[in-house]
T-cell receptor, first 116, second 115 residues
Framework: AQKVTQAQTEISVVEKEDVTLDCVYETRDTTYYLFWYKQPPSGELVFLIRRNSFDEQNEISGRYSWNFQKSTSSFNFTITASQVVDSAVYFCALSEVYTGGFKTIFGAGTRLFVKA | EPEVTQTPSHQVTQMGQEVILRCVPISNHLYFYWYRQILGQKVEFLVSFYNNEISEKSEIFDDQFSVERPDGSNFTLKIRSTKLEDSAMYFC?????????????FGSGTRLTVV
């Protein structure tokens, strides 16, 4: 069965520190997609990144980077030089494909506090 | 960039009342979804809809829930007799085609408060 584990419930850092948010997933499918979303206090889900199961290249986008390792079923997210505006809940999610489209399972989320 | 639009952004309803949450998916998308997030908890899958029928639903999606695509552009979630525990953020999402994850997009959510 699908499962997404974000073991870190809350992380608190001081501005300019680097922080890594962990995500471990379980799936029996060979084709799947991994996502990270940011949920600010206003409540919407802000898309950050998508990765498919065949693309293990790490990605960097500005201060954000992602490390996808199929061997350990992990898809970790690092924020470099964190800023107060990064404070939010971050969700890792796993989507499997089936005839009805996608079914996305979300992790429990990691609440990140960045203090000035 | 195309968006999934949800209205209203916040709805307050009395327990026992029917409520309809509305979504306008991205126009060329074929698959539609509803998710729910109880305050402080994870986002949970409710239902997916394709070709004018439900393609999958979770155990949360019981007989008090229904979905409809009434006019080819809107996608609605109806809760027949709301309970206090239905208070949550409801997210609509859409995707273009089977297996096409690019374009899989969530709306900004409707916060439902049942009093």
């Amino acid at each position: 069965a699908q499962k997404v584990t974000q073991a870190q419930t809350e992380i608190s850092v001081v501005e300019k520190e680097d922080v890594t948010l962990d995500c471990v997933y379980e799936t029996r499918d060979t084709t799947y997609y991994l996502f990270w979303y940011k949920q600010p206090p206003s409540g919407e889900l802000v898309f950050l990144i998508r990765r498919n199961s065949f693309d293990e290249q790490n990605e960097i986008s500005g201060r954000y980077s992602w490390n996808f390792q199929k061997s350990t079923s992990s898809f970790n997210f690092t924020i470099t030089a964190s800023q107060v505006v990064d404070s939010a809940v971050y969700f890792c999610a796993l989507s499997e494909v089936y005839t009805g489209g996608f079914k996305t399972i979300f992790g429990a989320g990691t609440r990140l506090f960045v203090k000035a | 960039e195309p968006e999934v639009t949800q209205t209203p952004s916040h709805q307050v309803t009395q327990m026992g009342q029917e409520v309809i949450l509305r979504c306008v998916p991205i126009s060329n998308h074929l698959y539609f979804y509803w998710y729910r997030q109880i305050l402080g908890q994870k986002v949970e899958f409710l239902v997916s809809f394709y070709n004018n029928e439900i393609s999958e639903k979770s155990e949360i999606f019981d007989d008090q829930f229904s979905v409809e695509r009434p006019d080819g552009s809107n996608f609605t979630l109806k809760i027949r007799s709301t309970k206090l525990e239905d208070s949550a953020m409801y997210f609509c999402a859409s995707s273009p085609g089977q297996g096409e994850s690019y374009g899989y997009t969530f709306g900004s959510g409707t916060r439902l408060t049942v009093v």
